[in-house]
């Protein structure tokens, strides 16, 4: 069934009465109060935010289960229905909530700007498939993750290397957030158009990423030269550490080069999200 947007035939299914039979103000409101709130039987939300959610509803490989939205909200994702149906999409009919049933939907503090999506992971890449995707270019930058475990500095990384044109980003399995929730909401919509590939054994995979022709760059605050002094170019590897520790040593062994970033002030170091743009835009811009 193709997708009408937010009508009546969707508020009607919350229980308001339709505007021919609406009580008055007062009483409505006092209905309201005493009516309990709604609860679902629908799939639980991932992802929550107008871009995240935005993006993802424009995807056609994204498999989307259930869209929820506030009447506050409603009218601010029409164009983007709009251009779903402009796509032949197949997407499920809104669902108008509450505000406070969608609040207990989401993790506690979501800021979810009145909208969430219920939607199945996107599909699992490795970095044999980004190997591949190199084979046929003569520039290709990845972004390696060595254990930043803070969905914030993941999603906020993600959104610049979206942003700058990178390639990839390659992450540990079992030291990274999932592409989902604040993540995604930081993100801005950004995983649903740059590969992310989970590894298990990053050094490994740094030893795959060489054999492939890459040039491995770490960064680190002791590198021995700076950004400045190099010309990118070809098939590239830029590795960020955790945030705090830096590197793990066998990572940081792995790299064909340190590099460190032109800090002039008293502080010398950078967030990783920070540092990631940064080094990021020296290599593509």
Known sequence: MKNRGFNKQNRSRRGRPHEAHRPHKTSER??????PRESFTGPRPSLFGFHAVSEAWL?????????????????????????ARGKNLKRPEPRLVDKHALDKLLPPG?????????????????VDDL??????????????????????????????ASAL????????????????????KTACGA???????????????????????????????RGDKSVRDIKPGGKSVLVMGAEGDGMRRLVREHCDALLRLPAQGPIQSLNVSNAAAIALYAFLA
């Open 110 to 126: 979501a800021a979810h700007q009145g909208i969430a999506l219920g939607c199945m992971p996107l599909e699992e890449i490795g």
């Open 59 to 83: 995807n056609p490989a994204r498999q989307i289960e259930a869209l929820y939205v506030t009447e506050n909200a409603a009218p601010g994702f029409e164009e983007i229905l709009a251009k």
């Open 191 to 221: 995983i649903e158009h740059i590969p992310v590939a989970y590894e298990t054994n990053l050094s490994r995979t740094l030893e795959a990423l060489k054999e492939a022709d890459f040039f491995i760059y770490g960064f680190d605050e």
């Open 165 to 184: 044109g990178c390639n990839g980003v390659i992450m540990q399995r079992k030291h990274a957030p999932g592409l989902e929730g604040v993540l995604a």
């Open 131 to 160: 190997i591949i995707r190199a084979s046929t270019q003569n520039h290709f930058t990845l972004l390696v993750l060595d254990q930043v475990t803070d969905p914030h500095n993941v999603g906020a990384i993600l959104r610049s």
């Open 30 to 35: 006092k209905e309201r109060s005493e009516r």
